[in-house]
């Protein structure tokens, strides 16, 4: 599966925290929608702490020049 912009992996992450928490589906469902949803989350983890990093190492570099 090609990775997902950090927006559309936060809306498919909602979707299944949505759908897990009707607490309808069957166990098996559920499982797999965790699963994809703990991938998601770690998706966006990781872009998020990367958007970070380059904020920090952008403001250094204009903070030097300054």
Same mark, same amino acid.
């Given at each position: 599966m090609p990775e997902? %912009? #950090?927006e559309k992996a936060l809306a498919r992450l909602e979707e299944i925290v949505a759908k897990l928490e009707e @607490?309808?589906? $069957?166990?098996d469902e559920s499982l797999k929608l #965790? $699963? $994809? @949803? %703990? /991938?998601?989350?770690a998706q966006c983890? /990781? $872009?998020l702490t990367e958007a970070e990093? /380059?904020?920090v190492k952008l403001s250094s570099i204009s903070e030097e020049k300054n």
């Open positions: 997902l %912009t #950090y @607490g309808s589906l $069957e166990l #965790y $699963e $994809e @949803g %703990t /991938k998601l989350a983890n /990781k $872009e990093q /380059k904020i």
